[in-house]
């Protein structure tokens, strides 16, 4: 399920090893401090194998004072899992808050034993919307989540509207105002030390995730982080903004976009299929095929071995393909192709702004049309049907055969091509810089 975006400002999974006392920010990587015994249970958990257990004694955690933490007056949400060990015995047990003791701007999440025995509560000071839940037993997993939006603030407990109230419309909640808690809320020198597990902690800023009721996730929250898949069929249907370090052997296939980090560092053998986006750069697909539907708006450095597809758009360079069959379908919007050192590429869209660098070895086809200068290729087949708009700056060696038209600037040079030119749509106007000298092209 997805759960890292550009909203995510905090993702704890809460999983590890048995009395881990090390708990890891996914989404962007704050440091989480263990407080006493806090510690990961590998007893309870919703998701992973695992969750926080923290005693209702002394245990939490916590993390420094961040602007990612301060919602303003902004949409925000923040859910996690939770399931209450029985009934608890300080007064003001917290999941969430942001403060060690009660004062302006204070804000906690609650299983609450003041009052509102066994039910989820929320407060805020000054405006304190004090939302109480329906009672919910304890010794069972609950999903929580707190919206905001405007002067709404609504509870929901398993995905149920449990509770609402109004909130002031420039009032800031900042959830670090004093630390970001996790497990304790203090409250007027009393403790607010919640005891239980807590599980799939999250945090958003800018977004309502949810604004009528919904169902609660099923599974833990994508951070897109893989380190390694070895065998088998990844299937990717979300959004992996961090980095997939390893995939040995395989099949992945992405529906999704990836929208931050983005990098594949190494695809060994298999097949790599896009059917998203990619924002980021692919470092390296080793061997195998690479199959991309979506678009492409930043370089892919290397292919050096097998088939790639592109059937979306490319706007920024591709930079290597050492081998292989490169088929694109899509439009070339800005920057080059800059190498494509051994096989086929071929080219069915549009190239509209800037130049192919350089085809070394192979053969490479174009049915679109070309606005902007081609660098070179050096050797090869070069096929045009398309329009060409702007010059080719070099063509050292191979066969050339255009179907098409030159635009304005027509071929700036073709130096000493042993070229066979078939169906060319000549016009008098184009021939500037080409000089046929029975069956073979020189540079005029």
């Not at 995510?8 to 999974?13: E, N, P």
């Not at 015995?89 to 969430?96: E, F, K, R, S, W």
């Not at 909130?167 to 497990?183: H, K, N, T």
């Amino acid at each position: 399920m997805a759960g890292i975006d550009q909203y995510t400002k905090l993702l704890l999974h809460c999983d590890g090893a048995d009395a881990s006392t090390t708990f890891i920010d996914s989404a962007t990587s704050k440091t989480i401090t263990t407080v006493n015994q806090a510690q990961v249970d590998t007893a309870q958990s919703e998701f992973g194998g695992a969750s926080l257990l923290v005693d209702g004694d002394s245990d939490y955690l916590t993390a420094a004072d961040s602007d990612d933490f301060n919602m303003g007056y902004g949409d925000c949400t923040i859910d996690f899992w939770c399931m209450p060990d029985g009934v608890q015995t300080p007064l003001y047990p917290a999941m969430i808050s942001n403060h060690n003791s009660w004062g302006t701007g204070s804000f906690g999440i609650r299983y609450d034993n003041s009052g509102y025995d066994k039910k989820f509560t929320v407060h805020w000071n000054p405006t304190d919307p004090e939302i109480a839940s329906s009672t919910h037993e304890p010794n069972d997993w609950y999903h929580i989540a707190v919206t905001r939006t405007g002067t709404s603030m609504i509870l929901y407990v398993n995905g149920v509207n449990d509770g609402s109230s109004t909130c002031g419309a420039e009032e800031v909640l900042d959830l670090s105002m004093y630390l970001f808690y996790v497990g304790f809320g203090g409250w007027d020198g009393a403790n607010g030390y919640f005891k239980g597990w807590i599980d799939e902690v999250r945090i958003s800023k800018g977004i309502v995730r949810w604004t009528a009721n919904f169902t609660p996730p099923t599974q833990a929250y994508n951070d897109g982080i893989f380190t390694q898949t070895v065998e088998g069929i990844l299937t990717l249907s979300g959004s992996v903004i961090k980095i997939i370090l390893k995939t040995i052997t395989g099949i992945i296939t992405f529906s999704g976009t990836l929208t931050k980090i983005g990098v594949f560092k190494r695809t060994i053998t298999g097949a790599l299929v896009l059917t998203g986006s990619i924002l980021k750069a692919i470092t390296k697909t080793v061997v195998g095929v690479l199959i991309l539907s979506g678009a492409i708006q930043k370089a892919i450095s290397k292919f050096p071995a097998g088939i790639i597809v592109l059937t979306g758009s490319v706007y920024k360079g591709i930079n290597q393909a050492v081998s292989g069959i490169i088929t694109f379908t899509g439009a070339i919007v800005k920057k080059a192709i800059g190498k494509v050192l051994t096989g086929a590429l071929v080219l069915t869209g549009a190239i509209t702004n800037k130049a192919i660098t350089k085809t070394i070895t192979g053969a490479l086809v174009l049915t679109g049309y070309l606005t902007k200068l081609s660098g070179m290729v050096l050797t090869g087949t070069i096929i045009f049907t398309g329009t060409i708009q702007k010059g080719i700056g070099k063509f050292l060696s191979g066969t050339l055969t255009f179907v098409g038209r030159l635009g304005v600037a027509g071929w700036s040079r073709v130096a000493r091509v042993a070229a066979t030119w078939t169906a060319l749509a000549k016009k008098s106007s184009i021939w500037t810089t080409i000089t046929k000298k029975t069956t073979t092209w020189t540079e005029d």
